[in-house]
C-alpha cells in the first residue's frame, strides 16, 4: 500500500460541539461503515466542488487572455473526434501560443465569441509539444533517424487530418504540398486557422466559413473593428454546437470498450459478452447524478497544459492513461465518482500516447519508451521520449513497478524509459553519451502532486510494501515493492461481488470458474481491483483534506466533588470513512482469497479545561478505553472534552467534542453488584447503589451499544442484563451523573463472564436399501435461541458441512452406499454464542433390488449339440453393474439339468446342455451378491424337436 501521505495536510480539527446533558454526542454525525463509499443516485448530494488546484492554460499561455475564456484545447484524438462526427458544428483554431499571429488575435476572437454567446470555441495545435512537434512540418525537428519513420508517424496524423477531413470543402480547403527533403510525403502548406466546420458537410462542404490570412497590424486605425466583423461574421455562419468533456471522454470508452470486448454479429454472443465484461463504462444515469456535463471533473488535456500543471502551485490530481488503454477504462468512471464525492474541481487526464492509438514499441507518438529503437537491426531515434522525460523530472519522487537500474531493490524488473535533454543525442556513435533514464508509469494510473519541496508527488494509487495479514497484527512485509493497479473493468464494476454458480459469467471476463482455482482467481481479480480503488480514493480524499471522522465518548462524568482529584473511565470511539482495505493475493492466485484492513492510527485524549488528561493510541476497532484522573477542581461549571488527533499520515482529519463538567461540594460513591458469570441466553442482574441521598439516574457501562440507564430509586438503580448479550468477557462498572448536591462518581470495576450456550443435536434412525438416496435431517435446539451455524456429517460416505436453517438441515445421502450398518456422527460446530454439541444416529443400508432377471436363447440345443443363452441382471441407472451367479434349472419330467455362471458386468453367456426331444422348462434365478438381493426370471419353455 501506498506511503505517501507524509505531506499532507490534516484537515483542521472540527469545532467542539457544546452538549448539555449526554456526553454521547459526536462531532460529525453518523458516517457509513468503514470502507464503504456511498453510491451514488439521482439523489445523490455532492459537495461543492472547491477541493484541488486547477488552471486556465489560456490564461496564462496568452497575457493578452483574462481567465474564463471561450477557449478549450483538443488533442489530436479529440479534434479527429469531432471532425469525424455525422454530426455538429464546431468553431475551430488552429495554431498555439507559439504563433505570434494566434497571439495577437485571440483576444480579440474571444471578445467576438462572447458577445455573440458562444460556448466554445475548440483550439487545436498542431505542434503537440506546444513548440515544434507539428504534424504538418516537421522540417528541421531533431529526431535523428536516417530513414525519419519517426517523423513519418507524425506527418501521417497531419496528412489523415488533412485527407480524410480538413480538405472536403471546394472553398477553403487544407492544402497538401511535397516535403522537399521527403518527396514521398506530404505537409499541410496552407490552410485557414479560425474556422467553422460542419461534420455533416460531406464532400465539399465542411468548412462552413473560415479566416486564411492572419490579421495584419491590430493597432492601425480601423484594423481591430475589421479583424473583429471578420471573426463575427465566421462565428456567426452557422449555428455552433458544443461537445463537452463527458461527451467526448463517455462517448470514446464506451465505444472503445464494446467493440473490444462486447460486438458480435451473433445477439446471443454479444449478450452473454456484455455479462462477462460489463456493459457502458460510463452512464449518464449514474455519473451525472446532481449535475450536468459541465460538472463532469475529469478533463483531457494536450502535453502543454500537462506541463504548466506541474510548473503550477496547488495539489493536483493527475490521472495517466487514454481511452484506448483498457486499464485506464477500469478505473475512470470510479474516478470520477470519488472526485466528485470529495468535491474536487478537476481531474486532468494526459495520454502518453499522443495520438491515443496505444503503447506498442513502434508507436512514436507514445512517447513513454526509449528515444532509440531497432529499424533494420540499426538504433534509430525515432520517439521524441524527452517529452515524457520533462514529465517525470518534475514527479522526481514517483513510485513505479519497473526500476531504472539493477542496482535498486525491492522494485520488479528493470525497463527504464531512456531519453535525452531536449531529444538532442550528443554523440549519434555512442548513445549512452548523454543518456538519461525515468521510470517508467503505467496506466491507468492516479496520483496527486504539488511541486513544492522535495516530494511532489503527495500521493499514487500504487501497491507498495506489500504486507501478510497472516504474519500478525500489524501486517508484516511479505516483500518490498510496488505493484501498479493494472485491472480490467469487470473487476472493477464487479469488485464487491462474491461467485455465484447460478450467474456464473456475470462480471467474470475470460476467468474460468468452473473449477474452485478459477473461482479463487477471480475473487483475488476483485480483490485486487477493490484495493485499487480504495488507494484511488485515498489519493482524492487526501487533496481534499482527508476524510471527515467523529468521536463519541460514553462512561464520562457530568459531574465531580470539589478539591479532590476523580478517577476516570470512559470509551472513546472513532468513526471514519477510511477503510484500509487490502488484498494480500496477487491479482491472479489461485490460492483462496485473504483480505485485511489497515489499521485506523493515532491517538484519543481526555482533556479538562483544554488541559490534558490522558492519551491513548487508537485501538484496532476504532473503540478505546481510556483512563486518567480529573484533578482537583473548584466548584463551578467546567468542560471535559475528547478528541481523536488524526492519523494515517494526515489522511483521516481530527475530531473532538466537549460537554460541560459541573464541580458540585459533595462527593458520591457508587457500589456495583453484578454477577461473576452467566450463561448465554440466560441474562440477569445487576444493581447499583450510590450514597444515601443521592438522586438521579446511574449507568451500567462496559456493555456493547453503550451504557444502560436506570433511575434511582432509594439510592439504588437495578438493571437487566440483556439475554442476548454475546458470549466473552466483560469489565462493567456502575456510575452516577451526578445532581445538585452529589457529584458523579463510578464504581470499582466488575468482571463478567459470559459462558456459550447449551446445544443439543439430534436425529432419528434411518433405513434404506442399495440404490436409493436417502436423507438424514439433524436439528440442533439451544434454550438460548434460535440455532444457526454449521453441522459435519461424518462416518456415512463422505463427510459434509452444512449450514442451519430454522435450526435444522438435511444432508442427501447417496444413493451408491455400501450395504452395511453405519454409526452416523452429527457435530454442530458451534457459534460465537453456542457451545459445539454432538450424536451418533444409524443409518442402515439393505441389499437393494435389482430391476429385472431376463433369459433370452441364443441356441436351441438338440440331442446331439449344445446350445446358449444369454442371462442378464438389470439395476437401476447409475448403479454398479450386479456382481454373483446365476443358477438355470432345466426340466422335462423327473429329468433336471442345473447350469451356474459368474455374471460379468451384469449379463452371463451360458451354455446349454444336449437335452432330448420334448417341451423342457428352464428356471432361471440370480443368487444376490453382498449389494443386491436374489431375483427370479420368468420361467421359460425350451421346445427340442431333434
Given amino acids: 500500500m501506498t506511503n505517501l501521505h507524509r505531506r499532507r495536510r490534516a484537515a483542521a480539527v472540527l469545532a467542539a460541539a457544546a452538549l448539555a446533558a449526554a456526553p454521547l454526542v459526536g462531532v460529525s454525525g453518523a458516517h457509513a461503515a468503514p470502507d464503504a463509499p456511498r453510491e451514488p443516485s439521482s439523489a ?35 479534434f479527429e473526434y469531432l471532425l469525424k462526427k455525422n454530426t455538429g458544428r464546431w468553431a475551430f483554431l488552429i495554431g498555439g501560443p507559439e504563433d505570434a499571429h494566434i497571439q495577437d488575435a485571440i483576444a480579440h476572437i474571444d471578445a467576438v465569441a462572447k458577445a455573440e454567446g458562444i460556448e466554445k470555441v475548440y483550439n487545436f495545435d498542431p505542434n503537440l509539444d506546444g513548440e515544434a512537434l507539428s504534424v504538418f512540418d516537421l522540417t528541421g525537428y531533431n529526431l535523428y533517424s536516417a530513414d525519419n ?65 492572419p490579421p495584419g497590424d491590430l493597432s492601425a486605425p480601423g484594423a481591430e473593428a475589421a479583424y473583429r466583423a471578420d471573426v463575427k461574421r465566421v462565428l456567426d455562419s452557422a449555428s455552433l454546437d458544443v461537445d463537452t468533456q463527458w461527451d467526448f471522454l463517455s462517448t470514446e470508452h464506451n465505444r472503445r470498450h464494446f467493440e473490444r470486448y462486447v460486438r458480435n454479429a451473433d445477439p446471443a454472443v454479444e449478450a452473454s459478452n456484455r455479462k462477462r465484461f460489463g456493459g457502458d463504462i460510463f452512464e449518464a444515469e ?98 521524441p521520449a524527452h517529452l515524457y522525460g520533462e514529465i517525470l523530472e518534475r514527479l522526481a519522487n514517483a513510485q513505479t513497478q519497473y526500476r531504472i537500474l539493477d542496482t535498486e531493490t525491492g522494485i520488479q524488473s528493470v525497463s527504464p524509459v531512456r531519453y535525452y535533454e531536449d531529444g538532442v543525442v550528443p554523440n549519434p556513435s555512442d548513445l549512452a553519451e548523454g543518456q538519461k533514464l525515468a521510470r517508467k508509469i503505467q496506466v491507468g494510473h492516479v496520483l496527486s502532486y504539488n511541486r513544492a519541496g522535495d516530494a511532489p508527488v503527495l500521493d499514487q494509487a ?46 467474470r471476463g475470460s476467468v474460468n470458474v468452473t473449477q474452485v482455482s478459477g473461482q479463487n482467481v477471480l475473487q483475488n481479480q476483485r480483490n485486487f481491483a477493490r484495493e485499487g480503488l480504495r488507494e484511488i480514493r485515498d489519493v482524492i480524499a487526501g487533496v481534499a483534506g482527508g476524510y471527515e471522522s467523529s468521536v463519541t465518548a460514553s462512561g464520562l462524568p457530568t459531574s465531580v466533588g470539589a478539591g479532590e482529584a476523580t478517577p476516570l473511565t470512559a470509551q472513546i470511539d472513532v468513526t471514519s470513512l477510511f477503510g484500509g482495505y487490502y488484498s494480500d493475493r496477487t491479482a491472479s492466485a489461485q490460492t483462496a482469497p485473504l483480505t485485511g484492513t489497515r489499521p485506523l492510527t493515532g491517538t484519543v485524549s481526555i482533556s479538562v479545561d483544554d488541559e490534558q488528561v490522558a492519551e491513548v493510541e487508537i485501538d484496532a476497532d476504532r473503540s478505546t478505553t481510556v483512563t486518567g484522573e480529573i484533578p482537583a477542581l473548584s466548584a463551578g461549571s467546567h468542560r471535559i472534552g ?45 444493581t447499583a447503589t450510590v450514597t444515601e441521598g443521592a438522586t438521579g439516574t446511574a449507568t451500567l457501562n462496559g456493555l456493547p451499544g453503550g451504557p444502560l440507564e436506570a433511575d434511582l430509586d432509594q439510592g439504588t438503580a437495578t438493571f437487566a442484563i440483556p439475554a442476548s448479550l454475546a458470549a466473552g468477557d466483560y ?46 435431517t439433524v436439528r440442533v435446539n439451544s434454550p438460548s435461541e434460535a440455532v444457526t451455524g454449521d453441522v459435519r456429517l461424518s462416518g456415512v460416505g463422505t463427510a459434509q458441512t452444512k449450514a442451519l436453517s430454522g435450526g435444522a438441515v438435511t444432508f442427501a445421502l447417496p444413493k451408491t452406499l455400501a450395504v452395511k450398518k453405519y454409526s452416523a456422527s452429527i457435530d454442530y460446530l458451534g457459534s460465537a454464542n453456542l457451545r459445539p454439541s454432538k450424536s451418533q444416529v444409524s443409518y442402515t443400508v439393505a441389499k437393494g433390488a435389482v430391476s429385472k ?60 446342455p444336449k437335452l432330448t426331444r420334448g417341451t423342457w422348462t428352464v428356471s432361471t434365478q440370480y443368487l444376490g451378491s453382498t449389494t443386491y438381493a436374489s431375483a427370479k426370471a420368468k420361467t421359460v419353455k425350451l421346445k427340442v424337436v431333434r
Fill in 286 to 383: 449514474r455519473d451525472l447524478a446532481g449535475g450536468d456535463e459541465d460538472d463532469f471533473r475529469i478533463q483531457n488535456i494536450t502535453y502543454p497544459e500537462l506541463i504548466e500543471i506541474l510548473d503550477s502551485d496547488g495539489d493536483f490530481v493527475l490521472l495517466f492513461g487514454g481511452t484506448w488503454c483498457h486499464n485506464t477504462a477500469a478505473i475512470i468512471q470510479q474516478t470520477a465518482q470519488y472526485a466528485r464525492e470529495h468535491g474536487i474541481k478537476k481531474v486532468y487526464n494526459f495520454d502518453f500516447s499522443l495520438d491515443s492509438t496505444g503503447n506498442g514499441g513502434t508507436l512514436d507518438k507514445h512517447i513513454r519508451d526509449n528515444a532509440f529503437r531497432a529499424i533494420s537491426s540499426v538504433q534509430q531515434q525515432t520517439r
Fill in 149 to 213: 519513420a519517426g517523423k513519418d508517424q507524425f506527418l501521417d496524423l497531419g496528412e489523415r487530418l488533412v485527407t480524410e477531413y480538413l480538405s472536403k470543402d471546394a472553398e477553403t480547403p487544407f492544402r497538401l504540398a511535397a516535403d522537399p527533403a521527403r518527396p514521398d510525403q506530404r505537409v499541410a502548406a496552407d490552410h485557414p486557422y479560425f474556422f467553422v466546420y460542419d461534420a455533416a458537410g460531406g464532400a465539399s462542404n465542411r468548412i462552413v466559413d473560415a479566416l486564411v490570412t
Fill in 853 to 912: 432377471v431376463t433369459f433370452t436363447r441364443t441356441k436351441t440345443p438338440t440331442s446331439k449339440k449344445s446350445g446358449g443363452a444369454l442371462v442378464k441382471v438389470s439395476v437401476g441407472s447409475g448403479l454398479p453393474s450386479a456382481t454373483g451367479t446365476i443358477k438355470l434349472v432345466i426340466k422335462k419330467g423327473a429329468t433336471t439339468r442345473t447350469v451356474t455362471k459368474k455374471l460379468s458386468k451384469g449379463s452371463a453367456s451360458v451354455a446349454l
Fill in 731 to 776: 469489565v462493567l462498572t456502575a456510575g452516577y451523573a451526578g445532581d445538585d448536591t452529589y457529584a458523579s462518581a463510578t464504581s470499582s470495576a466488575s468482571a463478567l463472564t459470559v459462558a456459550k450456550g447449551l446445544t443439543v443435536s439430534s436425529s432419528s434412525s434411518v433405513s434404506t436399501t442399495f440404490g436409493k438416496a436417502g436423507t438424514l
Fill in 642 to 686: 475528547y478528541a481523536y488527533s488524526g492519523g494515517n499520515g494526515g489522511l483521516v482529519a481530527g475530531a473532538e467534542a466537549s460537554h460541560d463538567l459541573q464541580v458540585v461540594a459533595e462527593s458520591a460513591t457508587v457500589t456495583l453488584s453484578a454477577p461473576a458469570s452467566l450463561t448465554y441466553g440466560a441474562g440477569g442482574t445487576a
Fill in 462 to 507: 500504487i501497491r507498495s510494501d506489500w504486507t501478510n495479514p497472516e504474519a500478525g497484527n500489524p501486517p508484516a512485509p511479505q516483500y518490498a515493492g510496488n505493484v501498479e493497479y493494472m485491472t480490467e473493468w469487470w473487476f472493477t464494476a464487479g469488485h464487491d461481488a462474491s461467485f455465484d454458480a447460478a450467474d456464473a459469467d456475470h462480471l
Fill in 44 to 78: 445523490t448530494a455532492y459537495p461543492e466542488a472547491t477541493k484541488g488546484a486547477t488552471i486556465d492554460w489560456f490564461a496564462s499561455a496568452y497575457p493578452s487572455l483574462s481567465e474564463g475564456s471561450v477557449f478549450e484545447t483538443v488533442t489530436i484524438e479529440r
